[in-house]
Nanobody, 121 residues
Framework: QLQASGGGLVQAGGSLRLSCTASGRTFSSYAMGWFRQAPGKEREFVAAISWTGGNTYYADSVKGRFTISREKAKNTLCLQMNNLKPEDTAVYYC????????????????WGQGTLVTVSS
């Protein structure tokens, strides 16, 4: 089970830190990712991290502003979001990857419930 938290309302240019805590399963052996879904839009890839933490992947739209990390000892995944923009407004989901490309939602088999991020202009 994955539990995402840390969303909220922030002004453009501000920062938020999302967390995703895993329970009931050891996710440390799996790549993890963040996706987001804005109203009326499809879910899209945001960032991912390998099971070792040594490789990270980002969507072009967030590269240089967002940082994904994981704390294996705490079974926790984080997403530091800086310089937020109104177009970052969405529900953010954390997920655990089973197989396939990190960029596709179909590659992930466990999903958190989502946390809402709203960026005002």
């Amino acid at each position: 089970q994955l539990q995402a938290s840390g969303g909220g309302l922030v002004q453009a240019g501000g920062s938020l830190r999302l967390s995703c805590t895993a329970s009931g399963r050891t996710f440390s052996s799996y790549a993890m990712g963040w996706f987001r879904q804005a109203p009326g839009k499809e879910r899209e890839f945001v960032a991912a991290i390998s099971w070792t933490g040594g490789n990270t992947y980002y969507a072009d739209s967030v590269k240089g502003r967002f940082t994904i990390s994981r704390e294996k000892a705490k079974n926790t995944l984080c997403l530091q979001m800086n310089n937020l923009k109104p177009e970052d407004t969405a529900v953010y989901y954390c997920a655990s990857k089973s197989s396939g490309s990190v960029y596709y939602s179909q590659s992930y088999d466990y999903w958190g419930q989502g946390t809402l991020v709203t960026v005002s202009s």
